[in-house]
């Protein structure tokens, strides 16, 4: 109780006022937030690694508390059958190679830790974590260290890794990034050549030059400007080639048009020897551009890998009962409608099917927001995609690939993205007619000065097209979109679609989920109710005690409300659904459902009002307590609620679980426009009403049932803790436990917009300037180079003032 | 002034091998971490109380400080 404003050590978010867990770190106790930060922190302490707090610069992601079964599940990629897809060997014999993705880096220090943590362990020969790109690459010493080892090792101290298959996309996405990178240097070292010739050429018509010497500069020029035209410009042809196929004008037929006549007319003054040659204007030109060209593909690359990686790590591997009763593991693409799986605590069923043997509870919480898991008995269906809880089940598939429940969700998913309004289809089709009108003008232009004579108009022709090249008309928003798009990185924001933040910016409402979003989609006892004259301690720890031999998420949370444990129980009984029952001093206790824990004859009023799970406590006489339980809500969500508020949004919180407990969230956290025990499709429906009455909205969720609502909504955002396929769909990714950055993330669209704004203002106003004066021939191709290129230099200097930590987008 | 007929081709040549080195980096992957390195000389890997990497790990910690 004493630290009531403390924030965590480990993660920085508040501590929850009754709990006091502590890690002592440097000799010193830190207050942590929850028993699954206290364990990292620990962790840390254990292997001296405490440096880490000293040299992070942000706090670490919140720790989730495993369950044991889950880190039993990393067992799997110890498979070799698995291994075949992300382990490649190497020459020596035992060493395996793996590529992995940590889920939880945010700054350099955590780079630092794991390196430090895991490659001090025994049979591990290198272990490098890429920082830009979050991957990490693991040798091992196959004979010494299992490969689940290494990543149990990354799960202690609180991040995530994910064995990744780096054959396919990755080299793809390499071999595009160093040919941009070669055709980057060709153009900037040959610009900066041909500049040099230039000056002394230009300095040379104002002080006289020698004939020969201007002559030599001139070829020396075309030297080094022939490759950065034919090899570093080749992108902007392909792509106003394809244009031109189409019939479409994009921004790179001007582009191409402009560099390929102004090549070729500087060539053959060249040639004749005449004065007018322009290569420095034209590599300058190649140069910006590509520059432009090479971020956009980098911020591109980095959002896309990480989303695609984690599609990939749903189920792999499920365990077949030959008719013989013999366990197999196969991949889970060769199950067949018939088979009979084996799914353990803590595994993902593979497919859909029927319960043949065992009765469990079941997670479905990711298919349908139900926040409790459900019983599973003989004979009744399960859905591929939810987790085991209790006990093991055998299953008898019935349904595989595309006609499981989760493909359907997944096609629903697919409809809506299609139907998505297609914003950038739009700004082509703006660029195509800006481009169009160009084009017109630059004709007209020339007609007017063919008088004159054609050598003239040609110039003029080209000096149009240049100076008034759309080019900070087309930076204008990418360069501004990626800078934000940086800095919202650094805040824990990835952005995965372009038009997200400019979206964002316009939003109206913001539509909630509950289970998962909103809370943390895990257990906590919300208050004790004390029926008999037993103290209120030993109360809570008679349940901790009962309950600790369980796995049920209803347990733990009993579990973890107790701070210590001081009581031990004795022949504790679990009764699948029901509860437990043990004995603690020679008294027989029961804990569990009402009707199960209460003793025969005994009544217990329960507060209806609460509409939360009860548990009740009791021995064969008396009852002794009942325990309300509900799901936690992130600490941050009454402050992201109220912030958006005040910042003019409507807040409209969506859930498919039950009316009152929904009703409940709402009125904790203010929010007055709420509907509970909606399904998927109803969800739908109201996010598309919402949008007939125009507004803009942006959905944030977590889950597969979301999914159809995310690609619905303008703009999605998901939990990064949630499921793969919410995030692979989504226009952004949270990636901390935290909901804060999305206040953050719409400050920063706002302030992208007004950024944009300017930079498109200020591009029109330079093309309305220039083109009359170019159009009179009072612009020199090689001032329209310089003009073009200090008004793209600007658009990119004024995005790049998003990058530079603002005070007025501070979080919250 | 003829002096610059050697000198530019001269430049030129310097040209090509500058292209060639950053040919050679890019294909050696030195533009694969644009931020880490720069954070990684700043931590501290000499520190008596971290344990050593792989050899020295893997035998016992000779007792330095306590």
Known sequence: MTNLLAACYHCGLEVPPQSNYSVCIDDKPQPMCCPGCAAVAQAIVDNQLTDYYRYRSAPAITARELVPAELQQLTIF????????????????????????????????????????????????????????????????????????????????????????????????????????????????????????????????????????????????????????????????????????????????????????????????????????????????????????????????????????????????????????????????????????????????????????????????????????????????????????????????????????????????????????????????????????????????????????????????????????????????????????GRLMQAGVLTTRGHALETLARVTHVVFDKTGTLTYARLRVDAVEICSNLAREQIIQIAAALERSSEHPLAQAIVQFAPHASVHATDCLATPGAGMEGTIDTVRYRIGRPDFAVPAGKQVSLDTTRQQTAIVLADTATVHAVFYLQDELRPDAVQTVRTLQTMGVQVVLLSGDRHAVVAQVAQQLGIHDWRGAVLPQEKLRQVQQLQATGAVVAMLGDGVNDAPVLAAAQVSIAMGSGTQLAQASSDMVLLSERLLPVVFALRMARLTQRIIRQNLAWAILYNLLALPLAAMGWIAPWMAGIGMSASSLLVVLNALRLRRPNEEITLA | MNILYLLIPLGLVLLGIALWAFMWAVRSGQFEDMEGPAHRMLMDDDDPRVPRRQKSAEKPLPDENK
């Open chain 1, 78 to 485: 110890d498979n070799p059958k698995l291994q075949q897809q992300f382990v490649t060997t190497t020459a020596q014999d035992d060493i395996k190679e793996a590529s992995l993705i940590l889920e939880g880096i945010v700054c350099a220090a955590c780079v630092w830790l794991n390196e430090r943590h895991v490659g001090s362990l025994p049979g591990v020969v290198e272990f490098r974590v890429n920082y830009t790109t979050h991957r990490a690459t693991v040798k091992w010493n196959e004979t010494r260290i299992k490969l689940s080892d290494i990543l149990q090792a990354i799960t202690a101290i609180g991040y995530q890794a994910h064995p990744v298959d780096a054959q396919r996309q990755e080299l793809v996405h390499q071999r595009e990034r160093y040919r941009a990178l070669r055709r980057l240097a060709v153009a900037g070292l040959g610009a900066m050549q041909v500049m040099m010739l230039s000056v002394a050429l230009y300095a040379g018509t104002y002080y006289g030059i020698d004939a020969t010497l201007a002559q030599f500069f001139r070829w020396v020029s075309l030297l080094v400007a022939t490759p950065v035209v034919l090899y570093a410009a080749l992108p902007f042809y392909r792509s106003a080639w394809r244009d031109l196929r189409l019939r479409r004008l994009g921004m790179d037929v001007p582009v191409a048009l402009s560099i390929i006549a102004a090549f070729a007319a500087s060539a053959y003054a060249t040639v004749l020897q005449q004065s007018d040659v322009y290569f420095d204007s034209i590599t300058m030109f190649i140069f910006f551009l590509l520059s432009g060209r090479y971020l956009e593909m980098q911020a591109r690359h980095r959002a896309g890998e990480t989303a695609e990686a984690l599609v990939k790590l749903i189920p792999a591997m499920a365990t077949r009962l030959a008719p013989t009763g013999l366990e197999q593991i196969i991949p889970v693409s060769e199950l067949v409608p018939g088979d009979v799986v084996r799914v353990k605590p803590g595994e993902t069923i593979p497919a859909d099917g029927k319960v043949r043997a065992g009765t469990s509870s079941v997670d479905e919480s990711l298919l349908t927001g139900e926040s409790l898991p459900v019983r599973k008995l003989h004979e009744q269906l399960v859905i591929g995609g939810s987790v085991n809880i209790e006990s093991p089940l055998e299953i008898l598939i019935d349904k595989v690939g595309a006609d499981t429940v989760l493909a359907a969700i997944q096609r629903l998913l697919d409809r809506a993205q299609t139907e998505k309004p297609d914003i950038a289809r739009l700004a082509d089709k703006v660029a195509s007619y800006f481009v169009a009108a160009l084009f017109i003008v630059a004709l007209g232009v020339g007609a007017l000065w063919w008088s004159s004579g054609p050598l003239q108009a040609f110039w003029i022709v080209i000096a149009v097209l240049v100076v008034t090249c759309p080019c900070a008309l087309s930076l204008a928003t990418p360069v501004a979109l990626i800078a934000a798009t």
